[in-house]
């Protein structure tokens, strides 16, 4: 059934679009999601953000461990661009498991820190991280459950992070 949803969505492939996708969420956000990295070192310069910049890259440290270094390798399943090989590629073959989507999961757990400190931001960002979820299914590179799993993994992650981080911070207020 996964494969095909993943196929019906390659239907929408088209050179402009195809262009756009690789564009934004192969290129600008990162091999690794670093475009999360940035936005919470930006977060962090800033005194009026510098709490919500410090979880978003508390979040993204701990949600790259879990999904990257624990459980790709733990859950090892096979990308579905390795199970069906007839599917033309726009990105390179990622030579990891699929299980997380960890672009996802790195989305999604920044989304929900800055989510967390400023709703407003973090509903756009979500959007956003729900957009980087779609591309690992466009680029044939994630299953559907790969991506959900990351989306709740980050939101689950950074939720956490974000509870502790205020109790850190409260407690240091408070000395």
């Known amino acids: 059934m996964e494969l095909s949803i993943l196929h019906a969505i390659q239907s929408l492939h088209h050179p402009v679009l195809d262009q ?3 564009g934004v969420f192969n290129n600008f956000v990162g091999s690794i999601g670093q475009l999360w990295i940035v936005i919470g070192l930006v977060l962090l310069l800033i005194p009026k953000t510098r709490k919500c910049g410090a979880a978003v890259l508390l979040s993204y440290v701990a949600s790259y461990l879990i999904g990257n270094v624990w459980l790709k390798d733990l859950i090892a399943r096979p990308r579905p661009c390795a199970v069906d090989e007839t599917v033309s590629m726009i990105v390179k073959k990622p030579s990891s498991f699929s299980c997380p989507s960890v672009h996802t999961y790195l989305a999604f757990s920044s989304a929900m820190a800055i989510y967390h400190y400023y709703r407003k931001a ?19 590179v994630h299953y559907p459950t790969d991506v959900l799993f990351g989306a709740v993994l980050g939101i689950l992650t950074a939720f956490v992070v974000c509870v502790l981080w205020d109790k850190i911070c409260s407690s240091i207020k408070r000395k």
């Open 20 to 22: 756009i996708m690789i």
């Open 122 to 140: 973090g509903i756009g960002v979500f959007v956003f991280a729900a957009l980087v979820g779609f591309s690992r299914m466009y680029f044939f």
